[in-house]
C-alpha cells in the first residue's frame, strides 16, 4: 500500500512538473494572438485565483484562515513576490526561447540556499559547492546560446529567479503554519491585485494588450487552469503522499519539458551546447535537494520545491 501511495505521487509530481513545463506554450501561443505578458498575466490571475478559491472552499473546508500580520505578509508574498516574478519570467519568454529561459531561472533553488544562509543563518551543506559551481557553468553555458539582442530575456530571467528566492525564503517563515492551498489562494489575490494596480497605473507608458480571438483567450484560461490550478493541486497532493524530497526532484524535470515542448511545438533550437548546460543546472539541483533533505526534512529548499508556484 505504501509502496503505491509512493508511485501515485511521484506520478502526480510529474503531472504538476510537466504542466508548469508546458505553460510557455500556451503564453507563447497567447503572444501569437496579440496579448503580451503584462495582459496574459492581468487575464491569468483574473481567472485563476477566484477558481482556486472556490476550489479552497471544496477541498479544504475546514482550515483556518491567516489573520492579522500573518495575512497582510502573505498577501504581499503575491502582490510585490509573486507579480513581479511572473513580470520578469513571462517578459522574459517574448524575448527568448522559453527552454532556455526555464534553464537558467532554475538556478533559484541555488539562489535561495545561499540567501537563506545571509537573511535566516541556515548554513548549506559542503556539497553547495560543487552545485553552485554546476548550475553557474550550466547556466552559462545555457546563457552562451542566446543571440546578442536578447540579452534583456537573460537579465529578466536572473531578474525573475532572484525575485522568486527572496518569495522562497521571506514566506518559508509564515507559510508553514497555514495548509498550501490556502496560503497559495491569498497569494494568488495578491498577485491579481498586484497586476491590477500596474494595470491601472501602467508605470513607464507599460502597454496590457490581451488575446485578439477567442483561440488566444482559449490559451489563457488553459493556463489559467491547467498551468496553474490543476499544476498547483497535483504539487500539493504529491507533497502529501510522498513529502517534500521526492517532491523537489521531480520539479526538476520542468525545464526538461519545456526544452521538449518547446523544440517540438514552437520551433526553439536545441544544441549540444545547451543539452550540457540544462543536465548541469538540473543535476546540480537534484543533488543539492537531495543533499538539503537528508540534513533536514524541514529545509528551507525542501519546504519549496522548484514548481511550487513560479510560474
Given amino acids: 500500500m505504501r509502496n503505491n501511495q509512493r508511485l501515485v505521487g511521484i506520478a502526480l509530481a510529474i503531472a504538476s512538473c510537466t504542466l508548469y513545463g508546458i505553460n510557455p506554450f500556451f503564453s507563447v501561443n497567447a503572444y501569437e494572438d496579440g496579448a503580451n505578458s503584462r495582459g496574459l498575466m492581468v487575464a491569468r490571475f483574473l481567472i485563476a485565483a477566484p477558481l482556486l478559491l472556490a476550489y479552497r472552499f471544496i477541498s479544504v473546508r475546514g482550515a483556518k484562515w491567516p489573520r492579522g500580520r500573518d495575512l497582510v505578509e502573505i498577501f504581499l508574498f503575491g502582490y510585490l513576490g509573486f507579480t513581479l516574478q511572473s513580470f ?6 517574448e ?19 545561499l540567501v537563506a544562509w545571509w537573511l535566516l543563518k541556515h548554513k548549506p551543506s559542503k556539497i553547495i559547492g560543487a552545485c553552485l559551481a554546476a548550475t553557474v557553468t550550466g547556466v552559462a553555458l545555457t546563457a552562451g546560446e542566446v543571440a546578442q539582442g536578447e540579452t534583456v530575456g537573460i537579465a529578466l530571467t536572473l531578474a525573475g529567479a532572484l525575485t522568486y528566492t527572496f518569495y522562497v525564503v521571506l514566506s518559508s517563515r509564515i507559510m508553514p503554519r497555514y495548509d498550501g492551498v490556502t496560503g497559495l489562494t491569498i497569494i494568488l489575490f495578491g498577485a491579481m491585485f498586484g497586476w491590477l494596480t500596474l494595470w491601472l497605473l501602467r508605470p513607464f507608458g507599460m502597454e496590457v494588450r490581451f488575446p485578439e480571438t ?14 496553474t490550478i490543476v499544476a498547483m493541486g497535483t504539487f500539493f497532493a504529491a507533497m502529501k503522499r510522498v513529502g517534500p524530497g521526492p517532491t523537489s526532484v521531480a520539479s526538476t524535470f520542468e525545464p526538461v519539458v519545456t526544452i521538449f515542448v518547446g523544440t517540438l511545438f514552437l520551433d526553439e533550437r536545441l544544441t549540444g551546447r545547451s543539452v550540457i548546460g540544462a543536465v548541469l543546472v538540473v543535476g546540480a539541483v537534484v543533488v543539492l535537494t537531495l543533499s538539503e533533505a537528508r540534513r533536514d526534512a524541514g529545509s528551507l529548499t525542501n519546504a519549496t520545491p522548484g514548481g511550487a508556484a513560479h510560474n
Fill in 88 to 93: 520578469f519570467y513571462f517578459g522574459a519568454i
Fill in 95 to 113: 524575448r527568448m526561447d522559453s527552454g532556455l529561459v526555464s534553464v537558467i531561472f532554475y538556478c533559484f533553488p541555488i539562489m535561495a540556499v
Fill in 214 to 227: 477567442a483561440t488566444g483567450w482559449t490559451n489563457v484560461a488553459v493556463l489559467s487552469t491547467f498551468g
